[in-house]
């Protein structure tokens, strides 16, 4: 069997994480990992950790570490025969210093986008609550407008996207996540991409994980639409 393949996505509300996520789970047959996902199924089946979350999540605030790595480890566990991406987790430090106890990464994706690119997209995005599916009204948009592709069912746009709400979420980012990037920077396995289009980000990370994936051979799989 070939070596499995372990890797985080981090970067800023807005920078692409989702949309690179679908990306790189389709074209290299990784499984997406959302914490967002995983945080929202748990307040749905009203798990402990999920009633717990529900709390913090209501007032805007970050869900504790104890109580995201509580709810994510256990996932991890039942991942260990697949290679996997991770999406929005680590967060803090004390996130990626449990998460380095439970698995060794082999790269940590950082996005790096500018505000106001950031700005301009989640002004546009819509997504569909139940599947947590997103569309953006030029970038990705639904077939028919504020309705999802799949079930029919409305869009709608989250409070915390709007502009007001996205500088304090930002800045709050930004505290958190340097420790983070600076952990994975001394370990030697962080990539950062800087640019304004996940089309112009989305081939070097393909041309990274071609080589780090010695499995996938084909460069047509780095083509932008998934
Ligand atoms: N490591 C994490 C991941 C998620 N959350 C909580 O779960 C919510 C939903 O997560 P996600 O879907 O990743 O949402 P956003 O913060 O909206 O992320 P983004 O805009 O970057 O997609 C977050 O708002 C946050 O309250 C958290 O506290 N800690
Ligand atoms: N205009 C534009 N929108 C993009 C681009 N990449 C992603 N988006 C959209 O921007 C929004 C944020 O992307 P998403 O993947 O949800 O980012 P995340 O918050 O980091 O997970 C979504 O509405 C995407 O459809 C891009 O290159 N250009």
């Not at 309705?147 to 930004?174: C, F, N, S």
């Amino acid at each position: 069997m070939s070596k499995l393949f372990r890797a985080v996505i981090m970067g800023p509300p807005g920078s692409g994480k989702g949309t690179i996520s679908e990306r790189i789970a389709h074209n290299f047959g990784l499984k997406h990992l959302s914490s967002g996902d995983f945080v929202r199924e748990n307040i749905s089946a009203k798990t402990e950790a999920g009633v717990l979350a529900k709390t913090y999540i209501k007032k805007g605030l970050l869900v504790p570490d104890h109580v995201m790595t509580r709810l994510l480890l256990p996932r991890l566990v039942e991942m260990t025969k697949y290679s996997w991406l991770l999406d929005g987790f680590p967060r803090t430090l004390a996130q990626a210093e449990a998460l380095n106890s439970a698995c060794d990464l082999d790269i940590a994706i950082n996005l790096n986008i500018p505000l106001e690119t950031l700005k301009e997209r989640l002004r546009h995005r819509w997504i569909h609550p139940a599947s947590g599916r997103v569309y953006n009204m030029c970038f990705n948009p639904p077939r028919v407008q504020e309705i999802d592709d799949i079930t029919g069912e409305p869009l709608i746009q989250q409070e915390d996207d709007r502009p007001e709400a996205l500088v304090a979420r930002l800045r709050h980012y930004k505290d958190v996540a340097k420790p983070v990037i600076d952990f994975y920077k001394a370990k030697g396995i962080l990539y950062t991409y800087s640019d304004t289009e996940t089309d112009q980000i989305w081939p070097n990370i393909c041309t990274l994980l071609s080589t780090r994936i010695p499995t996938i051979q084909s460069d047509a799989r780095c083509a932008s639409t998934p």
